[in-house]
């Protein structure tokens, strides 16, 4: 640390003033900043002496060459005052690069606290009666409200004498209008705390509700991602909040996004941020033997694709632009290497036990991994993004004409959230493979390729083949085609596709609206 200097704080107190010849004679200073405190003292020492001596004195002469010097010392010492901590007025440092950066440069993880274990909803009640939580609000849909799941939790909550409000109006697959039904309720409510049990339509729900009810100033689409909405950062307190899955697929219950169907632009499009990640996910293996076995198929497939897209993913540093302030660093960042582990681990998972929870709803075992596979990917997901089978899926559900998918039990058009992500897959990977064929053919493995013999040009081929394999072992449909779309489709699904730059910008080789075009044309049939 800097410390004054001896002899200047001899001049300031000394017992004499010292002369021209004396600061003349003073031998070389050791630095800048040791000179600068010195002859300033000397200088201001040698202005008063000039000051007090009568014009008319013999001396004065000398003097004015004594001012001369001292003038040229000051001037001297006023150029180098910036680099003399004692007498600098700013603070200097290094000029700052990051802010000249493109791109960026670091990246975080946020995820919420996960418990995990057979029977763990139990210990809901008890979470909100440590959290000081007085008045509380369950959300969940009409056809879980009747199911052991909601029952759980609400039986934990009376015994610990837990008051609670019950929502049950979630729509499967919510729109805008759905989202502000609930919204409106919790506003009403005032509700210290949230408990969410359902699936990912449940739980976004409820980050929206918990969201807009916390800031209720707020017009809806302040938050909502651009360029459909205002993209506006989260700055107010949420409440506390429980997540409790019951499905095996969206992984909300670790991340801040919330989708929803836009009905006005008929795309989904939806909130991202941080800040309205649960507070704690509770994921309860129980809950996942309840899944008939499409609703089973089709969040498996969306743990799929969450794991792929995040692993082959833009890396973090040649995402832009580089934010200004880390407030602004969006949650989907790109792959990175700590989201590559959760990533490739809940693939190994989905290859391994997918299969077996889709055909034998009793196998406990593979419900259960299937169940932390969502939470895996949703973690690498979360933080890292997804790109192309996502983007290009939300007008696949947003435009669904009369499409109504087996073993949900809803009163509208559907093509589930996983069924659209997973139509796309072959072609979306045959065409991102070029960038990173390394990992495209590390998946492939995974996912049961033989790639001993197998050359790097040919890893998108190769990929979607074996995720042609896989989705036929497990009787998807087969294409776009089979779930109401046409070629005629294909503007319309580039268009809806268009305003998800928020993940597609994230895909590790760019795209035109042409390219765009020929991935859903080529995705019509999968076999």
Partial sequence: MWRPDPAGEAHRKGKGESSANNLQSRPPAPSLSHACCVQLSCCRSLSRQALLV??????AAAMAGGRERVAHLLRQLQRAASQCPAHSHTYSQAPEHAALRRTDYAFEMAVSNIRYGEGVTKEVGMDLQNLGARKICVMTDKNLCQLPPVKAVLNSLTKNRITFQMYD???????????MDAITFAKKGEFDAYVAVGGGSVIDTCKAANLYSSSPESDFLDYVNAPIGKGKSVTVPLKPFIAVPTTAGT????????????KELKVKTGIASRAIKPTLGMIDPLHTIHMPERVMANGGF??????LEAYTALPYKMRSPCPSNPIN???????NPISDVWAVHALRIVAKYLKRAVRMPDDHEARANMHLASAFAGIGFGNAGVHLCHGMSYPISGLVKSYRAKD???DHPLVPHGLSVVLTSPAVFTFTAEMCPERHLEAAEILGADIRTAKIKDAG??????????????????????VGYSKADIPALVKGTLPQERVTKLSPRPQTEEELSALFEASMKLY
Avoid: M, W
């Fill in 408 to 410: 949900y039990n809803v």
């Fill in 461 to 482: 081929l190769i990929l979607a083949d074996t995720l042609r394999k896989f989705l036929f072992d497990l009787n998807v449909d087969d294409g776009l085609a089979a």
């Fill in 302 to 307: 969306d743990v799929l694709c969450h794991a």
């Fill in 169 to 179: 109006d979630v729509r499967v697959e919510p729109t805008d209008q759905s989202f």
């Fill in 251 to 262: 992984g909300s219950e670790t991340t801040g996004i919330a989708i929803f169907d836009y």
């Fill in 54 to 59: 009568p014009c008319h004195h013999p001396a």
């Fill in 329 to 335: 660093r969006p949650a989907y960042q790109g792959s």
